[in-house]
């Protein structure tokens, strides 16, 4: 609409409101003063839209919008996802080579499904607003959807070996440069079916190593425990049975907790003995390789004991297993890993690297172990703050509760276990009849792709990666030539060649070198009116390098080849630049 | 934890249950009671997690978990998810083609930021539910996440060619058949920035007809009309200022109802002037290509408007600079697209395929053309079905308002258009000062993945297509060889071939075979002790054939060929079926 519709509507505008006053003043019917008043609406609506200005009926003059990402969320930009997209593919590649295939569940799942599947930190769910319908929420992870899908599709899927690649979200507090997020992706591995003893158990753990390595987060290991040997370990010291689970979660503290605190919590807030906290202590001080299963097996009262036996005699096989994989160097069997979901039957299990330890606990070990949470689930989470630390943020940031980053570490990068029961749970749940149902074994892992994209991340930029893949960027020298550089535009993407080229009808070659340039583009193609009429172009190669850990451009006097223009796709892709441009030089 | 834990905790119990009868009886101290309550919670819940049972706790005996995904969403399982990988690899190609970077954003946004920018529509926004802290809601579409991201951005980003995959949400009735869901995947592209007129618009149209014909949807057509076109005939016409955005969406619906019908509307519901309405139709009525325009430029009256003048002559450059790009002959100008979304500006465009169409409209005309409803933006949107037939199947189906599927097509599978003012409402309305905002030129398409995997799948399955990659399965012939298996699995591996084994001890041949048949794996990799000693391996290649439309297993007596362990994965790779496969034979 012109000009003249806006000071049409600016009239209009002022007509109606004289007319409300007077209808006002009348005291006319207030259905028709209302009516009025919408039509003013409309009209305003229409003439800030015309003029690009904020809706001054939506947004009162003065009340300023908050241009921002909810907490705990982020935007990632170009540079970001073209490192991200990297990672992704990585791991979808890992997967799909071990034999993997993908399911994908809503973001959102009925209240009742992610119902008493996480213990404490059900208060960290995100819920959908009531607007009449199901009760819904976020999903917290992709455990639960995978196996009230496993559940729905009853015999079916029993033997599958399934991934999912996705976000998930917590109600945490964020400490966004590690990568601790409100809304994060996860990627999830898991096999489900009955099989051999530890066998999809090894396989998992490969698959786990061979991500990582892939990755390239650095050195890391992967800290490994058995629940059945945990439990029976409690079982003979003599912890009552009630007090297993809250006593295990108290012992997956000692990464971040010293023993004595450790002991301290057990005593006093959960009423234990300190005669039994003590023989708990002198079991779960224990990390080590394959001998430290030797000593376990040759400890008479723990070996008496049928669930710890159960456990010992199952990492005896894994432990074969995983040599056979070429990956025992990766694992350290930690018995003070214990992890705080409730429906872990199995092994359970955290990857960890150097570069994620917290600076304050590097001294502590090899690898300053710092692991998730208790009761964080088939997750990669953080260690938990205290919560004073916290809490002394948020009275210094108001609404933003910030962590100090300083002391956190970006955490276990990729962690999980065997659940053997979950399935059979929902199975039991939907027939409704009391009764147990037939289980169905699981066995997972979740790779968090925040943690390691914050790993990464910093050693792109250093490496100078890109942030796009275009090849190829098309000049005129002459007079615009815009018909023929997009005609060429379009033969070289035709052909696979990612191209671009500037929107203008007459640009000047350097600022077509200058946006070529910002995107790192390796050849210039530069059309002029005569070489066309020979059917020629030329090609001028663009260089770069690092000076000082910094990507700079090489400066060159070459003045470029001339190639056919009917031969330019092949010569381009002949061409050792563009091999190893595709092939991720610079990725 | 052993059997006799669950007597154990069967047995306590029973003693706090009786406990606390007794206190009841003494009428104790209710906090005592509720202490004891709480404790035979924590042992059932114990209980009920060992017996893989639904915890009888949270959910009382007789009341069923209904184990479903919510209304409008769906879960993909394997054989769907491996053909929307190939869509969306598909999709990422071109954008990257075509210099697009890639943008995320969060799942959810802060509700001011998606207020006013639906109309109507606004009802279908699922709302967070408010738990203390910022007021949410998850996104509706990618197109107002990206003008918040480069408004916060500022002027960096003015320029920029930015690509968004993810999913988006609105509460509409889901036809779930034909792609119409609650919860849906876009793949967006859109141009930022101050440019030529017209070439960034040209750009996207090819960007469109490239990712339709990459993804072999069949025949289809963009249709397009201009903005500044469609307001130019409404005000020679004679239509109010202000009824000119009502009238606009009226005429949006001349793809599902009679002229007659849609002309009632204007009258009856928006106070048209039959006479006016009367010049509307004569107008609106046309289709075409450049001819069209032509007819347009000869139409004084129109030429004498401003803004229809403007349109006319963008519509006329453009179509310039689609013959350079080769895809005029897709276009279909037609003056009764409107599109409900208020922000767009100048060019509008939907691309329908002959297989979306909904089969009560086939006969109308060449595409019966079965576009988008109202307001919904720039999206995909399937044809609204009248509020009657929503009606009815509700009552019939109860809590499911599903809809007549068969009277509803897929729909456009991408629509989009030219939205200038957007970025700059955000920027005025976060500097609140009521003043007018340097506003950022934007073009954007989105394109509707659910739709285009509803046309693409049926095809998918007619072809055979498979739902894994895996190349290679190794098997035993001889005393399980579990070890030997593993080393080989693990080395395939590492090369990168695509490998998987059944995981058992001693498993049988032809349990083996079965397993690598069901996910149709083109290797069979026999180990035999024997001929492991001498350093071979037995490989069976596995062939596949569509008999009358359906994959079959081609029987073979052939007894494979013996192979160089150490050589195997050189073997493997240069043989034909290897390379066939890889580069996607069945996908």
Known sequence: MATETQETLQAEIAAQNNLINDLRKQQADSALIEEHRKKVGELKRALAMLQGGGSKDAKKKGERLLLKTPKGTRDYGPGEMFCREHIERVVKECFTTFGGACLDTPVFERKDILAGKYGEDAKLIFDLKDQG???????????????????????????????????????????????????????????????????????????????????????FIVKMNHRKILDGIFEVCGVPPEKIRTISSAVDKLDKMSWADVKKEMMEEKGLDPAVADRIGEYVKHKGGPELLEQLKADASLMGNASAKHGIEEMDILFTFLKSYKVIDKISFDMSLARGLDYYTGIIYEAIVEASAPPGFKSANAFASSSSTPSTGNSAAAPAPSKKKAKKAAEKDGDEEEIDESQVGVGSIAAGGRYDNLVGMFTAAAAGDGKKAPGLPCIGVSIGLDRIFAIVWPKWVAKGMRSKETMAYVMAAGDGLLQERVELVAELRESGIKTDFLFKNKPKLPAQFAAGERDEV?????????????????????KWELVDGKKQKVESADKGVKVKRDGLVQWLKSTQTFQEWSSGKWI
């Open 133 to 219: 319908g199901e009760e819904l929420a976020l999903r917290y992870d992709h455990t639960v959807p995978l196996s009230r899908y496993l559940a729905m599709n009853g015999a079916i899927n029993t033997q599958a070996k399934l991934w999912q690649v996705g976000k998930v979200y917590r109600r945490d507090n964020p400490v966004m440069s590690k990568g601790r997020m409100r809304e994060f992706s996860q990627a999830d591995f898991d096999i489900s079916g009955v099989w051999d003893p530890m066998i999809p158990d090894a396989e998992l753990i490969s698959l786990l190593c061979t991500v990582l390595n892939r990755l390239d987060v650095g050195e």
């Open 522 to 542: 390796p050849f210039a193609i530069i059309l002029g009116g005569d070489e066309l009429k020979q059917g020629l172009v030329t090609v001028k190669e663009q």
